[in-house]
């Protein structure tokens, strides 16, 4: 079928398809959701465009189990322009595991497709009566019966291939598409339970469970759109030359590939092993276990490291003995967070941003202290990000908005757009406790000293001491209700 982009977009903005969908399970209705430029501006994509949806729905009364809470599955700018490690895509839905909103970042090819079929983003509300999944080609949204083909009950590995082989017969040919899928966990509705595409998982928060609940065992998405790039010479040469650094630096040329982020799994040198990676991904840093009979299963992550995505096997080292100020661990930690949240949101992996450090640092004995006289420069960065107007060598990122998205950007922009994105994340998990947040983590080795960091940490994102973002901290970052 021939490729086509979208006729109807209204955007200034390129990488959009300008539309979000909004379907409701219990009545089979089909919606588009408002989201305008100014939106795609504050809330770039991925989490950020998530939290202001959740933000203007829910009311933080709603249960994990209930109609009310919405699943919402959403992709970046960059995802579908040919932008490296940019297939990813975020879901997020009140939580059965905490109670609370909950948003996971996966891997896998789902991203890519949601936009193949026209759409930035997918708002699933209501629950179906009957067992079903759910086939999305273009504008067309068909609910299937998942006993009647036999899918329900399946794991996650068999379920992909039963949908696909459905599409294969429906579709009279080998149609490319993204599926996510929930394994039994999910159809038991166990509060730790993940959706999968391809063998990558979400990680966190039991949404497959949620899945579970709304009777919905998998989702299957294909269409024949793209995403439009403002300037395709640019942006492909741009793509080259970054691609050529991920290949040549040694996090992401070595370590990553080699090593995955499962090394610290007890087992790992027993297990049989494919390295696999996310669609568009030149890092390709997914471990996926093979089976005896060569199939390959579900990713090892999940299981090395139960959702925390720690690259360091002593925690007490990383939080308690550098030999940094509390200061300047709270100054860096709340720059890179920001400027991280944001390279998410535009559909890149996180990971990309590796290839701006040096490949080998540390900031122990001397070199921690030095680095201590920088504390008072990046605090000084952190309340006034518009100083960092200038494209930054190493960050290849700020381009690629520029040339697939038309969206100016640069280190400053990125900072500013990931402390709305993590300040209004905060502020939806806090509605739902109401204000008690969980204090985890701090075992008693490490609980003072924690502490300490964490009151820092709240001052300089001008959150209560509590660790909830305050109607002021909102309004300063331009965090309001309804369409901007
Ligand atoms: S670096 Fe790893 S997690 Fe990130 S996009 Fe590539 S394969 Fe996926």
């Known amino acids: 079928m021939p490729k086509h982009e979208r006729n109807d977009v209204m955007s200034k903005y390129s990488g959009y398809m300008d539309k979000v969908a909004k379907f409701d399970l219990s009545t089979g209705k089909l919606e588009t959701y408002p989201w305008s430029d100014k939106n795609k501006e504050l809330y770039i994509g991925g989490k950020m465009m998530a939290a202001k949806i959740l933000y203007d729905n829910l009311s933080g009364k709603e249960e994990a189990f209930s109609e009310e809470n919405m699943i919402v599955i959403t992709t970046g700018p960059l995802t579908g322009t040919g932008a490296p ?122 949404i497959g469970a949620v899945f579970g609940w709304k009777n919905l065992k998998a989702i299957a998405v294909a269409g024949n759109h793209r995403p439009t790039v403002k300037n395709q010479e640019k942006l492909t040469a741009w793509n080259k030359k970054w691609i050529d650094a991920t290949r040549s630096h040694a996090l992401t040329a070595k370590q990553l590939p080699k090593l995955g982020v499962t090394e610290m799994r007890a087992d790992a040198g027993e297990l049989n092993t494919l390295s696999q990676g996310c669609l568009s991904c030149p890092i390709k840093c997914g471990f996926a276990d093979v089976k005896a009979c060569g199939e390959v299963d579900a990713e090892r992550e999940q299981f090395g490291l139960l959702g925390g995505d720690v690259l360091a096997k002593d925690l007490d080292k990383m939080l308690v003995k550098m030999d940094a100020s509390d200061k300047l661990k709270t100054e860096f930690a709340f720059m890179m967070q920001n400027v991280l949240e944001s390279i998410s949101a535009t559909g890149q992996c996180t990971f990309t941003g590796l290839t701006a450090l040096p490949a080998e640092s540390s900031i122990e004995g001397a070199v921690g202290k030095c680095m201590n006289k920088l504390a008072p420069f990046i605090s000084f960065i952190n309340k006034h990000p518009g100083i960092m107007f200038f494209p930054l060598s190493a960050f290849y990122h700020d381009r690629e908005m520029k040339y697939a998205v038309g969206m100016k950007m640069n280190l400053g922009k990125y900072m500013r757009c990931g402390e709305r994105g993590y300040t209004l994340e905060k502020y939806m998990k806090a509605l739902f406790c109401d204000g008690e947040l969980c204090q985890c983590l701090a075992d008693e080795g490490n609980k003072e000293a924690l502490e300490k960091l964490l009151k820092a940490y709240y001052a300089i994102r001008s959150w209560s001491k509590e660790g909830v973002p305050t109607e002021a901290t909102l309004k300063k970052l331009g965090i309001k209700k309804g369409s901007n």
């Open 85 to 206: 490690s940019s297939a990813r895509f975020d879901v997020a839905a009140i939580s059965p595991e905490t109670g609370a909103v909950e948003f996971c970042n996966c891997g896998g090819n789902f991203g890519y497709y949601l936009k193949k079929a026209g759409y930035d983003a997918l708002i699933l509300t209501g629950k179906c009566s009957e067992h079903s999944w759910l086939d999305i080609y273009n504008d067309s949204f068909v609910l299937h019966n998942a006993d009647m083909e036999g899918i329900w009950g399946q794991r996650v590995v068999e379920a992909q291939a039963a949908v696909r082989e459905i599409l294969d017969r429906d579709y009279g040919c080998r149609v490319k598409c993204g599926i996510v899928t929930i394994g039994t966990a999910g159809e038991e509705l166990r509060p730790y339970a993940d959706i999968f595409s391809q063998e990558r998982a979400t990680g966190k928060g039991g």
